[in-house]
């Protein structure tokens, strides 16, 4: 039988992504609350602004496709932004201050900032969400491991976590995480009344 480099085999491999859904399954209340916020956010014509750095600013620019054209014929679209597709602008303002700067000039109250992180830990994330919430827009967080920094600061009202410490465990977790935050997103817009802000109260 073949094995991981890490000597893993194949049944190891998929249990190590177990526990990490399930954790995430764990906390549906939260993840439905973020969504919910969400969904009144786009209500009063908001857009998403999404953000993330490596590997994670690719997962902005999908989730960011996601919304703006959706796959399932039916589904409305609606409007997103990946802060990572402008690399003129990101080669040009300092790393640390590359999504602050942005959400600053481009970003208004009713907008929905939705950071990704491997870690939690990362400078221009934490400045991101930062500049995010003084701007007044909704925060949320998908992060990995203990949540770093973003966890322990409370960097962002929802904050999902993907309890791995194996970065690509916690890379397919968020994108299981972002798929179910566009299907919930829907969900609440299909059903009359939703919106009204005691319904998840």
């Not at 995430?24 to 609350?33: D, F, K, P, S, Y």
């Amino acid at each position: 039988m073949s094995r991981a480099p890490d000597g893993a085999s194949p049944r190891a491999l998929f249990d190590r992504r177990t526990a990490p859904i399930d954790d995430l399954a764990g906390h549906a209340e939260e993840v439905a609350r973020a969504c919910h916020a969400m969904a009144v956010r786009f209500h009063r014509g908001g857009k998403l602004v999404v953000f993330g750095n490596g590997g994670c600013s690719t997962d902005a620019q999908h989730v960011a496709v996601e919304f703006v054209h959706p796959v399932i014929v039916g589904k409305r679209a609606l409007p997103a932004v990946s802060l990572t597709s402008d690399v003129a602008t990101l080669t040009a303002v300092g790393l640390d201050e590359a999504f602050a700067h942005q959400i600053r000039f481009l970003a208004e109250p009713a907008d929905i900032a939705l950071a990704l992180s491997v870690d939690g830990n990362c400078p221009n994330i934490l400045r991101g969400l930062e500049q995010a919430r003084a701007v007044g827009m909704l925060t949320v967080a998908l992060v990995g491991g203990n949540g770093g920094r973003i966890v322990a600061e409370r960097a962002a009202e929802h904050m999902l976590v993907a309890r791995s410490d194996d970065p690509r465990v916690i890379k397919e977790v968020h994108v299981t995480a972002y798929h179910v935050l566009w299907e919930l997103v829907h969900v609440f817009f299909e059903q009359p009344g939703v919106l009204e802000p005691a319904m998840l109260r």
